[in-house]
Every structure is written in structure tokens, then in C-alpha cells.
């Protein structure tokens, strides 16, 4: 019983120091890949997609349309 | 007549038993959980289901021959967390981690919860009837990680007899970080500390991205192969959305693949709960170790991110170290609600974010040193 | 030379047998009446092409090391009969059920096909020739069920060499539906019954529709454990969707998953379509059986709905009690379609949808019978 | 062969019994849950979903840019 | 201390091998051909990554009880080829090929690529250190075809040790058919030859896009059984597609189901490139007997179109020869872009998918050819 | 050795003979089917679907009243 406790606070100490030194290392690596990345291939960072809110704005007409067509869409594809 | 007695003995009222009752109530309990109080109920909907099916008397629906027994090789060989691993790996975006890569520090911290609730595991052998084996211990552990399909696959690895009430553990508790973390993190910091902006984060190209799921699966190849299964899935998918030269792939492994496979695991993993191994003094030992895992996981990634803050010259606002645990995206949506509370000009999302995708790293690695050195 | 010589012993001409090109022939069959007739070509044109892959001399695609041989696998284990109720389950709305719950004793009443063909099973055992044993009947006597999954559950536990016959039989019946139909429902109803208007349902609320499977599944697990495989996955698919916490994996149940469960399930249906197993004179009498207990079926739903009117305050119209058999929606459908012939103004469908969908549980629960009684 | 007949004439009394019994006991159950939803649960019916056809009314050009746009839409999916 | 030992012996550092470092650059090599350089990445970063994750030491994931294990028995069963030949089926258009049917001609004629390497493969004998049997040369030569899901099928029936090599140099050719093919054609052609512009096709009907893969299956069961799996399946495929009736099922056999069979297709070839197998002078043989073959059969699709102009009154482009290799639609696209550089008012690609879709049938018979006569 | 070359020249010309009876009965057949449906089932050939596109004469408003809905709707179906 004492000797599981022992495998265990060994255990213990081993495993966070893996975890620790794993991400240490991976923190080593990404920076030093993002400034070899960034000096080899510097291109324009990805964008992220904006996607406009505008619902609000636009008569309902077109909106039930769009629904209709999408509803059309939707089964039409099943 | 013949027939309707044999009929009345198979039925499944004269066939119950008190603990197949009982673990019934168990399944409705958690669908009532998934439904109700929408805790994880793409995860914990199957699995209740299955805990039901899998205890209906006569049935034998998780025997030999029945449709959970066959859906249950998926677990036991690791088929089904794998792809799931991969699934997440196309939803991840690794971007503000590269932005801010030592905010993976707090990732590494926020561990401490497996271990230490490994400990307590062995600790309660000290209760008469309790006795917990290092491998047994270590999947409890695991729950600590707050990531479903790596507790479960390390389970499945090291104690399949655990599995169900692991499994329950991990995904409730999971779905429980917006309870369970807030009064800890309250507690280790001041106002002035939840105050604090981060400073905007720079963008990260496309190459960057492309490039970390490698690096990140040859550091595990180099270290730690025995955690590359996992790490290898989650890195696969990882770079097929990164790549975005297989969008289809990538869009099936994120969505019809993982679907499919979440109502396999689901009901395979409700299979396991059955009476026999379930209702057993150990099931109370690993939902108290469990909580107990969370809470202390939470507590490190905080006290870790306070000490960087020592340290660091950029300011980091510790209430992200508690999305260290992983529990993608729950934790780092605390982190940004506490934030906003002390201070409504702070947000934190996509600065937690990246403690968060680290958690799930962290805890595969931490998976990997458990199933190469307890044997 | 000797290659041309062997290359000519390996040809198709050289090997056929005629039960092979025979059952080839009905193989195309099966393809003219799904792409140009529209029986059923979601399970018709698979199984056809599965026939005519299967009686290719030579190749063994259905033999040990083939395609087919593998895919089969799921319907010995059952995996895709149980896989398509959930996929089914989730596509159905038991809102109208549950309004006008009383719908349900058509559709047990229309199970009477199920039981009348089992005995006419038995019956033809006096012809010479015919050996139906007790398995036999209860398989080919769930063709009366209306419903495919459940036929082929069925058959494949009971009498795995009648399967492709009996699943023959129970789609192209429930597609030829529109034909059996009619008349029996013109003979059994007066013009003024196929007049009646039935008062308008009640809204059901989300709560109901949530409670339900389950308590659909407690029912079946308390009365009739047999049957908890089929109406266990039809209730896991239900709440999916009624539920809606689940949505994306309702979704994928309802499509993609289905979809590939379909191919596989009617190619492997279509193996045993093999000369030895299907050119008998049983399958004659199949065919003639399956006939009948649709007819048996239709006429028992009829019948029920009018004794029912006899007692019941709210007129209920004769015709939806033909909607019993199940075969959703064609059975509705046609319903709705008499009933609009004899009053233009006379919309039955949601009324016959109630018993449809009923059709779908009682045939499940003949189905547990026959599995925990027929031994 | 008799025999057999006779164990099917059963099957078909104890089958339908059954099929009847427990149909009946949903009905039971059904008309119970129903009025206890009803009364603790009183929420509003689930209204089913109207889509509305108003698709003639408006005008060719809308419904085209939909069209075009579902297809662009699709062809991204894929 | 012990465990940091332990430890320390099971990293990959520790346990690494020269053949499996080699051969997890071979990986990465294919991942960057894929990402970087565009080359068929749906298949080429699967296979690249199945390649590293096979070689990574202790973890043992391509072995007995590792993920790529399992999913490798998809392929030596030959299912995993066969369900991508019924989604390319369903994606395949034979209208062009109806309405010109003797385009089938040179889709004959590049098979000759497919014969000349298998014997150039024997030829090869002659170096000392190569030992190819029969089987080998026949799964060799089957690059030829330049078409992944035969290549792959063939191999995995007769070759099973090269499947490895001889996939990764089928996908790579099939990229570089832009580079390999231009050069040839070219060569084989005259300025006025290129010029010739192809008269318009006619409008194929729906009836002969249904009856057409039917036609097809009876051929090939009569006269080469051996190719009925290949044939059987892509003319189901086909068959969904063209009939119209069951688009669900076609539409999740093209999106769906082909990109989860591919991923668990492509991780599962890689798994075949380990050193032991791979890093072998037979490599080598491979890659040099496969451009001779992507070579060879481009022409001699040329040289068939040149010979089938003198007799034919209408005019031929001899440029849409060498689509008849396959490569759908790479190879098409090149005799187009060669068109349009002589000529810029002639569009050859309508015309050049008639000999490219002639090809994939073309390999799948020279593939029956092998499977029935190599033993 | 030789023996196994002559297998393979056999195996080349047997190889091709067959793919080109193949191929050649498929021209064959193709033909005589098509000469046949024309003859019985004259159905008017299968037009390919036209979409229009028109995106450019459209109003921005519309199309961000589109995009918003394939959002919504996409969000929908996860
Ligand atoms: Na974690
Ligand atoms: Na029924
Ligand atoms: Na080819």
C-alpha cells in the first residue's frame, strides 16, 4: 500500500515534469517556427470570414423568399 | 396457457432486477441532465440511452449477439475516441495559441488536477472495501484532463472495468465547469487581478497553422510515442482544416464522421453501466475524486498563470489559467464571463482560448505518460 | 493458348447455371420496377443489384472474401435493421398520435395480417412439397407488418434462408400499397363513412413529444423485453429529434447515416437472393402469403375503425383505419386520397398518420412476441 | 402437423392479446402523460412551421441571385 | 528513477530506427506534395500521414490492435476500394462517351501502358537483387491504368507487400499527368493534328445514361467475371446516379461515404509504407516502371487516335488519345489546354472525357484480365 | 526466367486482345442501345441544368440578406 503511494507521488512528479518540459518545448518550437515562418514566407495573415448582420434591414418579402427557396433547397436535396 | 406463462416470465417486469432498476434511473437521470439541463447532451443523450438499453432484463442488448456488444469493439480496440480526437482536431483553431504561445504554460498546469486526484485514488484504499490499482487510479485520473474521448480512450486502456462511471464522470463534470470553476477562481484572485486587459493578440498566417500540427505530432514522436495515437488524430485533423487543400475530408471528419461516431460511443459507453460494475462504493470514490480533479486542475492553471504574471512583462489576466483544464470551449467562456464582470471592456474569449486548446494537448501528453509507465 | 482456354473457362457464358441467370433475370426485375415503376427504390434498386452481384458465376462477390459476404455481417448481427429504425425513428413526428391517441388500436388491429398470414403459413404445409416450420411462419407472417426493418430484423433471427424472399415481398408490397388498398377499403366502407369528417387535432406540445418514446420504452421494457432492440433504436431516434439538443446528431441519423446503412442493407439483402435459397416453391407461397396479409391487415384496420366509430363520441373516419399496417406515408396517402374522392373538402392525411405511425410500434410489438415466443 | 397448427392458432390468440394489450396500455399512458404535461407543464404548443409560398410574388431577379447563390453555396460545401 | 529510465527507453528518440526516420520523411515529403505542390492531396495527406504514423517506434499503431491495424482489414478485404469505385461511379458522366462511343477505342489503347510495364517489371528480373514474380509484375503494371481504386484493389489481391509503394506511385503520377503527358503528345502530333476541331456531340438521352451501366455489368459478367466487383460496383454507383430516383442515397455515396472510406482508405495504404517494405531497390523498380507506364499508355492513346482518323470520316483529335489513360479529369483537362494552345476556338474537353471515363472502364477490365489469369 | 518473360508476353497479348473485345463490344452494344431507345423511348434529351448567374446586377442588400440566411440556416443544421 505504501509502495503504490510511493509509485504514485513518483508517478506524479514525473508526469508533470513530462507535461511541463513536452509544453515548454512546444513554446521553444512555435516561436521558433512563427519567426522562421514569418521571415521565409511572409505572407498576409489569414483573415477571419466576416460574415454581415443585415437582416434587420431588408423587407420582409425577401426574406420569405429566401426561406422558401432554402426550404425548397433543403428537401430537395433529401 | 404454456405460452402466456412463458410469455409473463419473459417479460421484464417478473426478470428485474433491484440493480438493473437502479441503473435505469441512472440512464433517465442523465438524459434528464443532457434534455433539461442541457449538460453535454451530444455525449451524456447517447449514453443514458444506453445505460437503459443496456439494462433491460431477457434483452441482452449489451450481450454476446446484441447491437451495444458489437458497437462496443469500437471502444475497446480505440476506434471510436480516435476519430472523435480527429473530428476535434478539424473543429480546433490553433491560432491563439501560436499568437501567444506561453499561454501553453498554463495548459501544462492545469494537469496537476490528474495527478493529484491519481493520488487520492490510491489515498482511499485507505477506506476498507476501496482498492483502487496504479491503473485503476490512473484512469480516474484522468478525468482531470476534462477531455471525453482521451479519459475514455485511456480508460479503455487501463481500466475498461471503470469505463461507464469514468466516462459519466468526465462528460457531468464537464458540463458542470460553469458551477464548479467560478467560486475557485474567485477565490485565488483579486479584482484588481480579474481587471486586467490583455493586450490584442497578432494574427497568425495560414503557413503557422499549417505547419504546428506537424511540429506538434513530431515533438510526441520524439518524447512520447506512446501518446501519438492521440496526439497523431488530433494533428490529422488539425491539418486537414488547416491545409484547406481537403475541405471535403475535413468537413466530413468535423461533421457526419464525428456524428456517427458520438451515437456509437454514446451507446457503447452507457453499455458499460451496468449494476455489476457500476454500483459499487468505487463509483462514489471517483465522482468525489472527479469533482475534486476539476477543482484542483482549475486552482493550478490560476496559480500558474499568477506566477507567469510575476514574470512576464506582457500582463496576463489569471482567470485564463482556468481554461487550462481543457472542457473546450466551456472554460474559456467562463474565463470571458468573469472577466466581463469585473471589468466590461475585457475580453477574454480568444485570450483563453488558447489555455484551452493547450489543456487538450496537455492532457494528451499527460495520457501518454500514464499509458507508457503504468503497467 | 492455354491462357485463351482458361480465360474462356473463366468467362460468365461458360459457367452459368440457369438458377444463376434466373435469378439475374428477377434482379433486373427488381431494377425495372424501382427506376421505372417507383417501387420503393431506395430498398429495391439496391437489393436488385445486390441479386444480380450476388449470381455472378465466378466472382463470389457473396461468397467468404467478398464484398457482399462482409456487408452481410450487419444483418446477421442485426446492426442495420436496428440502425435504420433509429434513422426512422428520428424522421417520425408522433404528434398526430398523440393527439387522438385512440388511433392507436388500429393499428394494432391492422397487425391481425401478421398472425392470419403465420397461420396460412401453416396451413400450406399441406401441400406436398411445403415445410414451413414454426420459424418459418412467424418470419414470413411479419411481411403483414409493413415494415421493412422490422421484416428483416425479424427474419434474419428467425429464418435467415427465407430473408431475401421475405424482404422481396414486404417492400414491393408496401409499394404496390396504392393498389392493394383501395378496393378492400371501397368494399369494407359505405360512401357516407368515407364522408365523414373528422374535427380537427389538437396542437401537441414539445413536452409530450419528449416524454413519449420514453415512455413508449418503458412500456416495451416492463411488457416485452423481445422487443426493446427494435423499439429501444426507434425510441433512441425519436427523442434525438423531439428533443432537439441533439440536432446534429438527428440530422446525421436521418441522412447520411440512413443513406449508407441503406446501400449496405439492401446490397446484402440482395445476397440472398441466391437460386438455391429463392427458387422454391416457398417463395411462391411467401409471395401469395405476403398478398394476403396485407389485405388481412387493411381489411382489420377498416373494420376496427368502424366498430370504434360505434362507440366513440368523435366520428372517426373509416378509411384511416387502413393507415394501420404502416407502410408510411403511402398508407396515409392513400388514405387521404379516398377520402378526398368521396368529399373534396375531406383532408385525412394528419388523421392517418396517427394510426400509420402506430402500425410502426404494433408491428414492433408482434415482432417481440414472435422473437421471445417462437423458439 | 396438427400440432403445429395448434401452436399457431395460440401464437395468433396470445400475439394479438398482446399487440392489444399493450397498444391499449399506450393509449392509457398516453391520455395520463398528456393531461400531466398539460397541467405542470403548461407551455405554449410547439407550433409546427409555416413556410410561406409567396415565391410568385416576387420578382424573377431576387429568386435568380438565391439560385445563384445556393449553387455557390453548394459547390463550397463540397 | 527507474521510471525516468523507463521512461527514457520508450521515447522515440531512444527507439528509433534509420528505415523508419527515412520513411517518415517519405511522409512528410507526400504531405508537402499535397499541401504545398497540390498533388492529389485527397489521397496523398492521408497516406502521407498513415506513413508517419506507422513508423513511429513503440506506439504501434499500424500494429495488431492499433487504429491503422483495423482499418488496413477495409483494404485487404477490398472493401474500402470497391465503396470509392461506387462513389466515382456516381460522380461519372457517360454522356460524352455515349453520344461517341468510339472514343471507347482509345480508352483500350492506353491500357498497352498497363501490359508494357508488367513486362518491363519482368525485364527488370535481369538486374540482380530484383525478384519480381508474376503477381508483382501484374500489380505493377496495374499503375498503368492511372486509377487509384483499381491500382489499389489489384495490389491488395496480388501484391500485398508492394501496395505500399505501387499506391503512393499511381497517386503521384496521376498528379504529375500535367507534366508527364504534354511532352508526348507533342512529340506524336503535328501542329495540323492538334488543330483539328471535333464536331459537335449530341444530346444523350436519360434512358441511355440508365440502360448504359447495366449494359456495361451484363458485358462484363458474360465475358470477365473477375472484373464484376470493380464493374459491379462503379456501375451501381452509376446506376444511383443516372436513374434519378434514389438521389439520396447517390448523393451520400459521392460526399459522405467516399470521403470517410478515403480518409480510413488513405491512412490505411500509408500504413503499408514501412521500411521494411518499402526501402527496397523493388521501390525504385516501381517508380521508374511506373512513369514508363503513364508514358506508354499516353501513346498509345495518341498513336490509336492518329490510326483511327485515317479511318474514320469524322474528325478525330489525336490530342484526346491520351485521355484514355484515365486520370479523370486531369487527363482530360491537359488535351484541352494542348487544344486550345494550337487552337484557341477548339474545346476539346467534352470530347476528351469520352476516352477518359473509357479509360477507368478499360483498366478495370485489364484488371479482371490480371485477377482471372495471374495466379 | 524465360519462361516467366514468355508468361508475360502471352499475358500481354491474351491482355489486350481481351480489352479490346471488351471495349469493341461495348461500341457495339452502345450503339445498337441507342439506336433502340431513340427508336422506342424518343423522350426528349436531358438538358443540362442552367444556373444563372446574375450576382453582379443585383443590389448588395440582397445578396447580404442571402448570405445572413445561409449562415442562419447553416448554423441550423449543425
Ligand atoms: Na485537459
Ligand atoms: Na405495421
Ligand atoms: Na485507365
Known amino acids: ?78 | 396457457m404454456e405460452n402466456l406463462i412463458s410469455l409473463w416470465q419473459s417479460t421484464g417486469i417478473y426478470n428485474f432486477t433491484g440493480g438493473q432498476a437502479f441503473m435505469m434511473l441512472v440512464g433517465f437521470l442523465l438524459l434528464f441532465l443532457a434534455i433539461k439541463k442541457g449538460f453535454e447532451p451530444l455525449l451524456l443523450l447517447p449514453i443514458g440511452f444506453g445505460a437503459i438499453l443496456s439494462n433491460i432484463p431477457v434483452a441482452g442488448i449489451a450481450e454476446e449477439g446484441g447491437l451495444l456488444y458489437y458497437l462496443y469493439f469500437g471502444i475497446k480496440a480505440g476506434i471510436f475516441p480516435l476519430l472523435i480526437f480527429m473530428g476535434v482536431g478539424a473543429m480546433t483553431d490553433f491560432g491563439p495559441m501560436i499568437a501567444n504561445p506561453k499561454t501553453l504554460l498554463l495548459g501544462a498546469a492545469a494537469q496537476f488536477g490528474i495527478f493529484a486526484s491519481l493520488l487520492g485514488a490510491l489515498a482511499l484504499n485507505a477506506i476498507p472495501g476501496l482498492e483502487f490499482t496504479l491503473k485503476d487510479a490512473a484512469a480516474i485520473g484522468i478525468i482531470g484532463g476534462a477531455d471525453g474521448p482521451t479519459a475514455i480512450y485511456v480508460a479503455s486502456k487501463l481500466s475498461p472495468d471503470l469505463l461507464g462511471a469514468i466516462a459519466v464522470a468526465a462528460y457531468s463534470y464537464m458540463a458542470l465547469v460553469p458551477l464548479i470553476q467560478p467560486p475557485i477562481m474567485r477565490a485565488l484572485t483579486t479584482e484588481d487581478e480579474r481587471k486586467i486587459e490583455m493586450k490584442q493578440m497578432r494574427a497568425v498566417s495560414k503557413a503557422e497553422k499549417i505547419v504546428f500540427p506537424l511540429m506538434l505530432l513530431l515533438l510526441s514522436i520524439l518524447l512520447l510515442p506512446s501518446a501519438t495515437p492521440l496526439i497523431g488524430m488530433f494533428a490529422l485533423g488539425n491539418l486537414m482544416n488547416a491545409s484547406g487543400v481537403v475541405e471535403r475530408l475535413s468537413q466530413t471528419a468535423q461533421n457526419e464522421l464525428i456524428n456517427i461516431v458520438t451515437i456509437f460511443l454514446g451507446l457503447s459507453v452507457g453499455s458499460k453501466l451496468n449494476a455489476h460494475a457500476f454500483l459499487q462504493i468505487e463509483t462514489l470514490g471517483i465522482l468525489a475524486l472527479g469533482a475534486c480533479a476539476f477543482a484542483i486542475g482549475t486552482a493550478s492553471g490560476v496559480i500558474m498563470a499568477k506566477i507567469m504574471n510575476r514574470f512576464s512583462d506582457t500582463p496576463i489576466n489569471p482567470l485564463i489559467g482556468a481554461a487550462g483544464v481543457s472542457a473546450v470551449p466551456m472554460a474559456a467562456r467562463v474565463a470571458n464571463k468573469l472577466g466581463l464582470e469585473s471589468n466590461p471592456h475585457n475580453f477574454l474569449l480568444m485570450h483563453a482560448m488558447g489555455p484551452n486548446v493547450a489543456g487538450v494537448i496537455g492532457s494528451a501528453v499527460a495520457a501518454g505518460v500514464l499509458l507508457s509507465l503504468v503497467k
Chains 1, 4, 6 share one sequence.
Open chain 1, 1 to 78: 500500500m505504501s509502495e503504490l503511494m510511493g509509485s504514485g507521488v513518483e508517478l506524479m512528479f514525473v508526469g508533470m515534469g513530462i507535461v511541463f518540459l513536452f509544453l515548454t518545448m512546444l513554446v521553444i518550437a512555435i516561436n521558433l517556427m512563427s519567426s522562421l515562418v514569418q521571415r521565409f514566407f511572409p505572407e498576409a495573415p489569414a483573415t477571419t470570414l466576416v460574415v454581415p448582420v443585415v437582416t434587420s434591414t431588408i423587407d420582409k418579402q425577401t426574406v420569405a423568399a429566401i426561406t422558401a427557396a432554402l426550404h425548397q433547397y433543403r428537401n430537395k436535396q433529401k
